[in-house]
């Protein structure tokens, strides 16, 4: 009975449920390809708040080998504000991935472009 | 065990599907550049299923590996009577039409107030069942690990029966092995199917691991890995795919110190294996051994 009720569950269509929403600002440190950056998280109209985040990120033309290691980002003066400090490898394109658990298990992964100065969203045409 | 370890564990059963897709290729004798095609073939298709029309994961899988193999037979019926190289460069120029066709595809649908689906260049966003069903990071892992799990042990399981044995008479020499009586074309045409499918779940679970995929994450860069994977590990076991892309991701994660710069000792890591073993580090000799 219980295998049968495992197997309902995973092969009934699921309901869609709201997206997390994410942005996302980062400065550059002045050290070597840190960055300290600010997320703003908003699930609905509403500021998500007392998450656990955890921000990594991705070179999306290899983005299971070539990545950084996720760090915890901890919460900010805003509502639904979090604080992460980035270090990258390289200046360019990166996904960063923004992961969620807690009350609300969620992934956002946003597109910026890395240079000297700070992050800059990517808009691709 | 920590959400990073879960993290490194469920790449590496990930891009391992990529890498025994390339291996059953590379054993009938064929070196395929364009398993990342599939790869993504398997990522949209299962993405479109379940976050566009809510379809459940096992059913998204079928029709990615179903996709998969469509497509990759549909590239081998032409392309297969090549031989070598000529049959490599074929396989990358399709798969970089497949990455093409990928920037081309705009289908959205409206759900909860948000666009979902592909959007070309911009990639395909929410790809959420995993975090809509509550799977825990370590519960996908373990999913992940036992499809890999049950498609080691089929591919093993071949390859002691008499089709792994013509599989490799083929690879080894396909005129002489039409002379005994196997039907070559038909086989090989089998085998790259079955890879497509292989390819395509592996893309299918990346998908809903990642959330996200884009055109640019089934690139050669992808392709080139998927065939270093059984180079590196090696040609004479099943589980030699998956050395080398354990290898691959904790050399690089291990050497993070080295920050940009580990991508240039890992490549010199593989050059070096590369020329001391060139058919990888379990190679048929060794496993010959190994077995005595």
């Keep these: ?125 | 065990m920590d959400e990073y370890a879960i993290g490194v564990l469920t790449n590496i059963g990930l891009i391992s599907f990529l890498g025994l897709s390339a291996y059953v290729l590379l054993i009938s004798g064929e070196l395929s550049f364009g398993q990342q095609a599939f790869f993504g073939i398997g990522a949209y298709a299962a993405g479109i299923a379940t976050a566009m029309f809510a379809w459940p994961l096992p059913l998204a899988i079928a029709i990615a590996m179903a996709g998969g193999a469509t497509a990759a037979a549909l590239v081998a019926w032409p392309t297969l009577r090549l031989r070598g190289l000529y049959f490599a460069m074929a396989t990358l120029a399709a798969a970089e039409m497949f990455r093409i066709a990928f920037e081309l595809l705009h289908w959205q649908v409206e759900l909860g107030g948000e666009r979902v689906g592909p959007d070309g260049t911009q990639g395909f966003r929410g790809i959420r069942w995993i975090f809509e069903r509550g799977v825990e990071p370590l519960g996908f892992l373990a999913l992940v690990w036992l499809l890999l799990l049950a498609f080691v042990l089929g591919i093993w399981w071949m390859e002691r029966s008499r089709l792994g044995a013509t599989l490799r008479a083929v690879g080894a020499d396909p005129e002489l092995a039409r002379s005994l009586g196997v039907d070559v074309e038909r086989l090989k045409l089998a085998i790259v199917a079955a890879s497509g499918a292989l390819a395509a779940l592996g893309g299918a679970l990346f998908a809903h691991h990642n959330t996200y995929i884009e055109p640019r994450n089934f690139d050669l860069m992808l392709g080139v890995h998927s065939l270093a994977y059984p180079l590196i590990g090696g040609l004479g076991t099943v589980l030699g795919p998956l050395l080398g892309a354990a290898l691959d991701i904790g050399v690089l994660e291990g050497s993070r110190f080295l920050q940009g710069y580990r991508m240039i000792v890992f490549g010199g890591l593989v050059a070096l294996l590369l020329i001391f073993r060139p058919r990888g580090l379990l190679d048929e000799n060794l496993v010959h051994r190994l077995k005595k």
């Design chain 1, 1 to 125: 009975m219980m295998k049968l009720l495992v197997l309902a569950a995973l092969l009934a269509p699921l309901t869609v449920h709201a997206q997390t929403r994410a942005d996302m600002q980062c400065k550059a440190t002045g050290k070597d390809l840190i960055y300290d950056c600010t997320i703003r998280l908003a699930r609905g109209d509403q500021p998500l708040e007392g998450a656990q985040v955890s921000v990594g990120a991705d070179m999306p033309s290899m983005p299971m080998a070539h990545n950084v290691k996720p760090v915890k980002a901890r919460p900010g003066n805003g509502p639904g504000e979090y604080l992460a400090r980035l270090d990258l490898e390289m200046t360019g394109e990166w996904a960063v991935k923004v992961r969620i658990s807690g009350k609300v298990r969620d992934q956002v992964v946003l597109h910026y472009r890395f240079d000297e100065r700070g992050a800059r969203p990517i808009r691709r045409r």
